[in-house]
């Protein structure tokens, strides 16, 4: 009936049955805890019909989960308790693009890749680049707030969102922002909704502010002898005022695991690396490097320009898999430390794995204090997957105490969900969810995910007009 009914609403041929092993009962994270079973797959074509299969869901208390490319992390587009699979894939059209104007607005299905070409192809750049472009989608991307390398310069996903487009409870399509630079009116629902991973609506459409693309970028390779040296040498380029546009670290675990990639040659005795790039004029761009080199010269081991940068962040890019192939599976966790802590963070994180017996690693955005914390496990071992888990819940504590946050660009998804009141206060907490349940009073939308205590989804068989949910 579930399915018949939504094809009334979007077309039977858009309607899909999830069986067990279907792409939309996981994300990307290969977690066993993160596999759901949704009772349906909805395909809408248009902000109208994401509205109509809301409207009907929640008309019927049946919980409905937004997803992008499914690549996320942390279980933030995994039907968890059932319902309805909200897929945005179709929604790929260009509402406007004016390079003119610095500005474009695009479905929220339309990939990131897509988004950054199209602003290239017209003299401009669209900065925000977290992992998977030709996967991840733009609405995921905000309803995450997704970051990337070169979220230190020019901010994470939701500093280039101008406006949305979004399916609202109990099943109305509204518009929130716009192109007007400065708008002071009303509170900030757009920023509310930025992150909010489909907890407060479905993002259908986005208005993203562009910037022209910079004439030159330039990236170098520092190789350093120890962790305490490259955490103090970040400081000290932060301090000296370079603006870099990104500035990454990898720790002497993942510099080992990863060197048969490397555009170049990793030098005997690295126990850490950075990856430095400026851009600007081509000026600036030299004179940034230039006092980069500076900076790092009497700490390094070797630094190095590779003259392919594209090769560079393409191995950049595939640090994820290549560590996950070491042991045949990882749990990585995204945290970020205050950056001055950093060095802190890494040591307590390393200390956490090896009492529990894992091997480590840990690799990231550095500029930012934020980390891509990972242990390597046997996925066939109960022992090491229950192990990772402790490591992760005691890696969360030390964050807390540290004044970090425990999701720093993949979201809270489930896998984190409830965790707030370890690091706020009771009133921010309190204030949390009365958002949520001002924006979906019944906790239907994406109901596992984000929000401490709040409270279960309405009962279908309280409801008589429900249909049966698993």
Request: charged share 20%; net charge negative; proline share 6%.
């Amino acid at each position: 009936m579930l399915r018949r009914e939504l094809g009334r609403l979007i077309g039977p041929e858009h309607v899909l049955e999830a069986a067990a092993d279907s792409p939309y009962n996981h994300d990307s994270s290969g977690r066993p805890e993160l596999v759901g079973r949704a009772d349906a797959v909805a395909l809408p074509g248009s902000g109208e019909e994401v509205a109509a299969v809301l409207g009907w869901c929640y008309e019927r208390g049946v919980p409905i989960v937004a997803r992008g490319g499914g690549t996320g992390l942390t279980g933030g587009a995994v039907p968890s308790e059932g319902g309805v699979v909200c897929s945005l894939e179709r929604l790929r059209s260009i509402g406007e693009l004016s390079p003119e104007l610095w500005r474009m607005e695009v479905g929220a299905g339309m990939r990131t890749a897509e988004v950054k070409r199209l602003a290239r192809e017209n003299g401009l750049m669209f900065a925000p680049d977290p992992g998977a472009a030709e996967q991840s989608q733009i609405g995921g991307n905000v309803a995450t707030n997704a970051g990337g390398p070169h979220g230190l310069k020019y901010g994470v996903t939701g500093a280039w969102v101008a406006g949305l487009e979004v399916a609202l409870a109990p099943g109305e399509l509204a518009r929130i922002g716009g192109w007007t630079p400065k708008d002071v009116a009303g509170y900030d629902l757009r920023s509310l909704l930025v992150g909010s991973e489909g907890t407060l609506g479905v993002i259908t459409a986005v208005k993203l502010r562009l910037l022209p693309a910079p004439e030159c970028a330039l990236a170098l390779v520092a190789f350093l002898p120890s962790q305490a040296d490259g955490c103090a040498a970040m400081l000290e380029i932060l301090a000296a005022g370079i603006q870099p546009s990104a500035l990454e670290f990898l720790d002497g675990s993942t510099v080992e695991i990863v060197a048969g990639g490397y555009p170049g040659e990793v030098p005997r005795g690295a126990g850490f690396a950075l990856i430095v790039e400026v851009d600007g004029s081509r000026e600036q761009a030299l004179a940034q490097i230039a006092a980069v080199r500076e900076v790092l010269v009497d700490r390094v081991i070797s630094i190095q320009e590779p003259p392919d940068a594209p090769a560079l962040w393409r191995w950049r890019d595939g640090f994820n898999g290549v560590v996950t192939a070491a042991r045949g599976a990882k749990v990585s966790e995204d945290v970020a430390f205050p950056v001055e802590r950093l060095g802190e963070g890494l040591r307590h994180f390393a200390d956490i794995a090896a009492a529990h017996r894992l091997p480590a690693c840990a690799w990231g955005h550095g500029g930012e204090g934020n980390v891509h914390a990972t242990v390597l496990v046997d996925s066939a071992s109960p022992i090491e997957l229950e192990a990772a888990r402790q490591v992760g819940e005691e890696l969360f504590d030390a964050v807390a105490a540290m004044g970090g946050t425990i999701a720093a660009e993949h979201g809270v998804g489930t896998l984190k969900s409830g965790r707030l009141a370890a690091r706020w206060d009771e009133r921010p907490v309190e204030l949390h969810e009365q958002v949520k349940r001002a924006f979906d009073p019944r906790n239907l939308l994406n109901p596992a995910t984000k929000v401490a205590r709040a409270q279960a989804p309405s009962s279908a068989t309280n409801d008589p007009g429900s249909v049966g949910i698993r």
